[in-house]
């Protein structure tokens, strides 16, 4: 089947985040028409604009450059005199010329009609083909005309296709068959809009809807997807099982009045190369080959699960950068505390942390939590498994009753505007009874972590009772937190808490019969630096350095500095390290050593943190021997990894969908590529 793709992309910063907006969107109403056979948009969209500053003389929108604009009116029909620009990455910035300057609080209406031809070259961010369609609006991806706002107070859109096609996205849709057999799909909103959430919307002629909903209404979790592409005993049980966790987030967050609508759409073949979209009610995401497989580890495990944290996303208290803490860190919380909370069992809870504590800790260089979302990429990692730790070790300082009552305050005062991070420590306070100034400083303002070790030793006294010391060290910057010690004596575990605030301590318990073994925050409340942890996190290190910062020397010391502390691989990041080695090497020219390297990550044991690594490896042993111009060599290559990974599709669905895309085209090399996530 023929298929057509579309692709935009901006890089750095908004141009109009720099300085304040001229502009303030009262309306924005959009008619388009979708001819998917021509893989062509023709639209008009008509805007209502407030002046915001005295003496404007010309407003801005930017589109991107496939969009060929037609005309740009006024409300007199008139057309307005305009000026073009272009812009980094295929972007025109327009200007149009106002007729006499304008003071602020004057509105004006602008309509732009246009038509938009989609880029059939390239796979793509965006596509648009015979069945299934994308079509997303955000600050770096466009199908529409942008202006300095992003928000505005009335929005509406009448999208025509053929009636063939079910419509997706974070709004009520009503539909009106016309005479041609096209379906006009029109929904209007009376209220302040995000244009991302209300015009981000995909389009499928073959998915199915599914839907879990309470007897009231208020709340309900939908999938949209291909039931021949996406396994439906496994659709099934993850609805039950999403629903069941909106209910527990409406039960501890106390909106228990609050509507609850979240609905998940899966389109695209996997071969399609892009990012989810999220928007507000929707999360809109390819297919992918882990979908054709039930696995009940989903429903067991928080990290990384994304239909868990995208749900509990609805539950976040604010999106803007300065407190971006309550966006993805607290998603996060509320993911693994439900999971926590719904398999009470101490060793899913320990794996739920060091899941976190792995993803968490890195010697790439990032900000302290409190700075927020700066630049994206690393920076939404920390917030995401850092925050959501954070959150935690708050929980396990207040005690998780009160911590409970600390969060249906936060919904009961702050549902309706962003909450500050000072206003969160006072509400924590008035449950702890005395300043929290010592916790929020240390893991809010340092971007580090500690490292504790312990030295025990015990004796019997003359009264007979056996006295136990025990040294606690801090290594790297102190802090100061309670930990929870357990001593083994006899067949029980008696838990002691002591409060670590120095480089060394020493404390002094009392026992009936000598403790067999001491184990310092055995369940991991505090996040901390433990030996695994570290190799893995030089490993992690090498390839943040490789990906966000394309610094080869860095990203190469990293690499080896895991193999050199690990020389036997016990800790199994062996594959990760000799992955990042073998792509470094590649942007070195160095194609023998990108094969040994590549070849040392395949037949090194790997853990579950590491295993897609060896497949990958694999796969890229089969580029290098393409870019030797071996492509009969590479197939068998791609076509084993394909059938290994299928093995497991919900761990291996990257590699699997790499190497059925090789299968089917020649592999490209280009430096972007190797300097990559994989």
């Known amino acids: 089947m023929k298929r057509f793709f579309i692709f935009y992309l901006i890089a750095g910063a908004n141009l109009y985040a720099q300085e304040s907006s001229s502009v303030r969107l009262l309306e924005y109403r959009v008619e388009a028409s979708l001819d998917e056979q021509q893989s062509k948009l023709t639209a008009t969209v008509a805007v209502w604009l407030r002046i915001t500053r005295d003496g404007t003389d010309n407003i801005h929108f930017r589109i991107p450059s496939n969009i060929e604009i037609n005309a740009v009116r006024d409300i007199d029909d008139d057309r307005f005199s305009l000026q073009r620009s272009t812009e980094k990455n295929a972007f025109f910035l327009h200007t149009i010329m106002l007729p006499a300057q304008r003071s602020a609080g004057d509105s004006i209406f602008v309509k732009i009609e246009f038509e938009e031809l989609f880029d059939s070259s390239s796979h793509a961010l965006q596509f648009v083909n015979q069945r299934e ?23 509406s859109v009448a999208l025509t296709v053929k009636n063939s096609f079910r419509l997706v996205g974070s709004f009520r849709k009503d539909s009106v068959s016309d005479a041609e057999g096209n379906n006009v799909w029109y929904s209007s909103r009376n209220s302040l809009t995000s244009l991302h959430d209300f015009f981000s919307i995909c389009g499928s002629t073959s998915i199915t809807g599914l839907k879990k909903q309470s007897p009231d209404s208020l709340t309900s979790v939908s999938f949209f997807i291909d039931t021949i592409r996406f396994h439906p005993w496994f659709a099934d049980s993850l609805l039950t099982y999403l629903y069941d966790a909106a209910r527990y987030f409406k039960e501890i967050t106390g ?12 389109i695209g073949e996997a071969t399609i190369e892009r990012s989810d979209v999220r928007t507000t009610g929707a999360m809109i995401d390819r297919n992918s080959p882990a979908y054709t497989q039930f696995d009940s580890s989903v429903f067991v495990r928080s990290v990384k699960n994304v239909w868990l944290v995208e749900l509990a996303r609805r539950f976040s208290l604010s999106r803007t950068d300065s407190t971006a803490l309550f966006d993805d860190g607290w998603a996060g919380y509320l993911a693994t505390r439900y999971i926590v909370s719904r398999f009470p ?17 890195s010697f790439f260089p990032t900000n302290p939590l409190k700075a927020g979302r700066i630049s994206g990429g690393v920076d939404n990692e920390n917030l995401s498994f850092k ?6 070790m708050t929980e396990y300082l207040l005690g998780k009753e009160s911590f409970t ?29 005395s300043p929290l100034d010592w ?8 971007s580090t972590a500690p490292e504790f070790a312990i030295q025990w030793s015990s004796e019997r006294t003359q009264r007979g009772v056996v006295l136990t010391k025990l040294i606690v060290e801090q290594r790297g910057d102190v802090f100061t937190m309670p930990v929870t ?14 409060l670590v605030d120095q480089f060394r301590q020493e404390f002094r318990f009392t026992f009936n019969s000598q403790p067999t073994a001491v184990e310092l925050d055995p369940n991991f409340s505090v996040l901390r630096w433990l030996l695994d942890i570290r190799i893995l996190a030089h490993a992690r290190s090498s390839r943040l350095f490789r990906i966000y910062n394309k610094n080869i020397s860095s990203a190469e010391r990293e690499a080896q500095l895991t193999l050199d502390l690990d020389p036997v691989n016990a800790t199994g990041s062996a594959p990760i390290a000799h992955f990042s080695l073998g792509k470094l090497a590649v942007l070195e020219n160095d194609l023998e050593r990108a094969k040994e390297h590549f070849l040392k990550a395949m037949q090194s044991k790997a853990n579950e943190e590491s295993s897609i690594y060896p497949l990958l490896s694999l796969i890229r042993f089969g580029n290098i021997l393409e870019m030797e111009g071996r492509r009969n060599e590479a197939l068998p290559l791609y076509q084993r990894a394909a059938s290994e990974g299928k093995r497991n599709p919900s761990l291996f669905a990257p590699a699997i969908s790499e190497a059925e895309k090789y299968i089917r085209e020649q592999f490209t090399s280009t430096e972007e590529f190797w300097y990559g996530i994989y």
Request: hydrophobic share 35%.
């Open 133 to 155: 369609f994308l079509l997303q609006y955000s600050n770096d991806i466009t199908w529409l005309p942008q202006f300095d706002d992003q928000s505005t107070d009335h929005a």
């Open 255 to 266: 909106t228990q009045t609050t509507g609850i609508n979240q609905s998940y759409c899966y």
């Open 345 to 361: 069992n101490p060793e899913i809870e320990r794996r739920e942390r060091l899941d976190l504590m792995i993803n968490a800790l």
């Open 387 to 392: 925050g959501r730790y954070f959150f935690l």
């Open 405 to 433: 009552s600390v969060i249906k305050k936060l919904y009961d005062r702050f549902s309706k505007r962003s909450i500050t991070i000072p206003e969160f420590q006072t509400l924590c306070e008035e449950e702890y009874g």
């Open 439 to 446: 916790f929020f400083q240390e893991w809010l303002y340092r």
């Open 485 to 498: 010690v357990f001593f083994t004596v006899g067949s029980k575990k008696i838990p002691k808490r002591i």
